[in-house]
């Protein structure tokens, strides 16, 4: 029975397979890092910090890809990181924007001193005609 010698200098007979070769070993940080700020600006874009933060991470996550497409590692990562954070970013423009409007909408009930007088305001607010 012969032996050769495959490319990583192992012995191998003739019918058996070379070992398959592992993916890159490596980590793309500003990857993990787009995807973490962008699922907490994600989360806390109810009170518009989630924008800041999507802005942070779409930044991380753009760098996060031309690391990728050098190293090839961490791409998807860096995908979902600039997905999370634009969607972080769009979501808290829309709950600033609907703060000013519901904000000028209701600023003649802000004179009230009592709950009760402030809600039965806003509701004739909005469902006057």
Do not use: D
Request: aromatic letters at 4%; proline letters at 2%; hydrophobic letters at 45%.
């Amino acid at each position: 029975m012969s032996t050769q010698m495959n490319t990583q200098g192992i012995q191998t007979s003739p019918n058996q397979a070379a070992p398959r070769q592992a993916a890159p070993a490596g980590k793309n940080g500003l990857a993990l890092a787009a995807v973490v700020l962008g699922v907490i600006g994600l989360i806390s874009s109810i009170v518009v910090v989630g924008g800041l933060l999507g802005v942070i991470g779409l930044v991380l996550g753009v760098l996060a890809l031309r690391t990728a497409k050098r190293t090839g590692v961490g791409r998807g990562k860096a995908i979902t990181g600039t997905v999370t954070s634009s969607i972080a970013i769009v979501a808290s423009v829309l709950v600033a924007i609907s703060a000013v409007w519901f904000a000028h909408k209701t600023q003649s009930c802000y004179q009230f001193n009592r709950i009760q007088q402030w809600q039965h305001c806003v509701h004739q607010q909005f469902t006057a005609r």
